[in-house]
């Protein structure tokens, strides 16, 4: 990072206006040296720059202040264009997803803490270079983006979240409020249009109570920009109402929480949310998206979706922050078991083949705690989480300890506690399954031969009548092309019915099944 490069000039923090950044001439330098054809290098460079102002003492704040806007104006083409790597590359190696992931979250917690300092110092006589009172609406929209950026690029890898960043947002905005400008529109890079220290507070509270944990980073991506163009419609409030669904404490380091019984104690920093009219205006375009509609042109999403994902994304939305939140179908009920935990499609053939059977040795298997069940799934606990392959979407194989069955289940729920410990929530797919080798029907001899068979599971409960549920690898189903596979002798055709469920990692899909 540049901060090894700062570091070398000797008697660098000497005096208070010897850090480059602090002489105009130098910053400007600063600036026109950032790579332009090199996103990461420059991110990290102004990363690198932030860091170094961590231990800046005596840097007059109003310059500072400055120095952070424009290196914040810098950043914004790199961020950009690295969103769009860390999206737009259809399978992200590990290593290479930790690397764009792990400078987006940089860059947004030094910015955030640096505007932070700008804050406090406010009020602070003692610091050098006093700061204006005038910035302190563009301050306290940066500072809550910043956080609120650093907030979402957790939620990218389930967490784990820091508390704390909930009392910098209030300790914003209970600011904007005292100096009367909490509504005072103003311009910031990143942003369409004018926002509000007060809008920007709402629309990350909005986020967080969004329970956006069971969505991949692009849907928790794409419901951002769903909950800014709707933000308008939710009704915040400073007291509890009857028809209150959430809310938050500005002075506390805690998240919002669900409204499900009255603060133990009225205080004037409580804040209330309910989803008001957006509600209804989220779930017309859901209707319209069902109906095979189009996205009205006036919502402005960032950019391009598929459908299916916009479906989700919004079915998603109007469940949560509807007036009455999804409750658990199911009681859960607490045990304390260990399971023995397989991914993906092919490891679950294996379990699940006659030829096998059992628990084949040499298997890639984790050891996870169930710590609580319920009809539709389980609840797990992870001391190490498998970083390679652990994902919303994520098709397991499971074997309770002391049980010689196997369950198939899908993670539905992610939170990371910490660097190595995890939960998650895992819906149970089915208890009995069968391995088979499928071929497509509709194809030439030829084609047959050189493709060869799929691996694929027949689910044999949880069904439709006369339909069976069939899990295949991506991009096999064909709803013009019927399968078929032998067993025991006996060959069978297998119609498709309808797609259920497409990942990264397999498809879940419908077929009726008859003998040939």
Not at 188 to 201: A, C, I, K, L, S
Not at 500 to 514: G, K, M, S
């Amino acid at each position: 990072m540049v901060l090894k490069k700062v570091a070398n000039l000797g008697g660098f923090f000497a005096q208070k206006t010897d850090h480059p950044l602090a002489n105009a001439r130098e910053f400007r330098k600063v600036l026109s040296e950032l790579p332009k054809d090199n996103a990461f290098k420059a991110l990290d460079e102004i990363t690198g720059w932030l860091e170094s102002l961590e231990g800046a003492n005596g840097f007059p704040i109003s310059t500072m202040y400055e120095v952070l806007e424009q290196l914040e104006e810098a950043a914004q083409p790199h961020l950009k264009r690295l969103a769009r790597d860390y999206f737009g590359t259809a399978r992200l190696s590990r290593s290479e997803e930790n690397r764009l992931w792990s400078i987006n979250y940089a860059f947004s917690t030094r910015l955030a803490a640096a505007y932070e300092r700008c804050l406090l110092a406010i009020d602070d006589k003692s610091q050098s270079g006093e700061l204006a009172k005038t910035v302190l609406p563009s301050l306290c929209v940066r500072l809550m983006m910043a956080l609120g950026r650093a907030l979402k690029w957790e939620q990218f890898h389930y967490g784990p979240s820091r508390d704390t960043c909930w009392q910098s947002m209030g300790r914003a905005l209970m600011a904007a409020e005292a100096a009367g400008v909490a509504g005072k529109a103003v311009a910031v890079p990143g942003r369409n249009g004018m926002t509000t220290p007060v809008q920007e507070y709402q629309k990350v509270m909005i986020f967080q109570a969004a329970s956006l944990d069971s969505l991949l980073p692009v849907g928790i991506e794409l419901a951002e920009h769903v909950i800014d163009h709707f933000l308008s419609g939710f009704v915040f409030t400073a007291e509890a109402q009857i028809d209150s669904v959430y809310w938050v404490d500005l002075k506390l380091a805690q998240p919002p929480l669900r409204l499900a019984r009255m603060p133990a104690q009225a205080e004037t920093t409580q804040r209330f949310m309910k989803p008001g009219s957006a509600h209804e205006a989220m779930r017309a375009v859901l209707d319209n998206l069902e109906r095979g509609g189009d996205m009205p042109p006036e919502i402005n999403l960032g950019g391009q979706y598929p459908v299916k994902l916009l479906v989700a994304v919004f079915r998603h939305l109007t469940n949560y922050l509807s007036p009455m939140p999804p409750q658990r179908l199911h009681d859960r009920h607490r045990v304390t078991h260990r399971m023995a935990v397989l991914n993906g499609l092919v490891n679950a053939f294996v379990v699940f083949s006659d030829e096998f059977g059992g628990r084949p040795a040499g298997l890639p298997t984790e050891t996870w705690l169930a710590e609580n069940v319920s009809r539709g799934g389980f609840g797990a606990l992870l001391d190490k989480v498998p970083e390679e392959w652990l994902r919303v979407g994520a098709l397991l194989a499971m074997q309770p300890e002391g049980g010689s069955n196997w369950l198939l289940g899908v993670v539905r729920r992610y939170h990371r506690m910490s660097e190595n410990d995890a939960r998650v929530g895992i819906q149970a797919l089915a208890t009995k399954a069968v391995a088979l080798e499928l071929r497509g029907r509709n194809t030439t001899a030829s084609y047959m031969a050189a493709a060869g068979t799929s691996p694929a599971l027949m689910l044999l409960d949880g069904n439709e009548p006369d339909e069976f549920r069939v899990i295949l690898p991506p991009t096999t189903f064909d709803q013009r092309e019927s399968l078929e596979y032998v067993r025991d002798g006996q060959r069978f055709q297998l119609n498709p019915v309808a797609l259920v469920e497409q990942t990264a990692d397999y498809e879940l899909a419908r077929y009726r099944r008859t003998a040939v």
